[in-house]
């Protein structure tokens, strides 16, 4: 039963890769929709942010992701990061120079199917981010 699970999951993780590859969006465009919120979207309080956001941003079908950062901060401002803006970590991983503002959400309960309940955590830190040609790609961890 264990072995079935891990199979549906491994086939809907590669869904979900496959609708975006399908959908023409970049790594660059895939990073901007999953971790940038600037101006920051305004909600009543911290968890309704992250469940309207999650869903909002495409991580909410066909399962729930784990756990997400947002940054509030310009596409402009993170892209710096990949630059002057940020000191090499190791690979393409660089680190950013500056604090962003950030908000965590993790899903709450151990089911990762739909419909998804989130926490939040609101945070000023320094980031982690993957950089290819200038440009991020992939959000690491915050610092």
């Known amino acids: 039963m264990a072995q079935r699970g891990h199979h549906l999951l491994l086939l809907l993780v590669w869904l979900a890769t496959w609708l975006a ?34 869903q909002r941003r495409g991580m909410t079908s066909p399962v729930c992701k784990f756990t997400n950062t947002f940054v509030h901060a310009s596409a402009a401002s993170i892209t710096t990061v990949c630059g002057s803006g940020g000191t090499p970590a190791s690979g393409d991983l660089r680190d950013s120079n500056a604090s962003f503002a950030l908000t965590t959400c993790r899903l709450q309960g151990g089911s990762q199917t739909p419909p998804c309940n989130y926490n939040a955590d609101a945070s000023t830190q320094r980031i982690r981010i993957a950089c290819v040609g200038g440009l991020p790609v992939h959000y690491d961890k915050s610092i």
């Open 21 to 54: 590859l399908a959908r023409g969006e970049t790594r660059y465009e895939k990073f901007l929709r999953q971790h940038v919120d600037y101006p920051k979207s305004s909600a009543p309080d911290s968890r309704t942010y992250c469940n309207q956001m999650m």
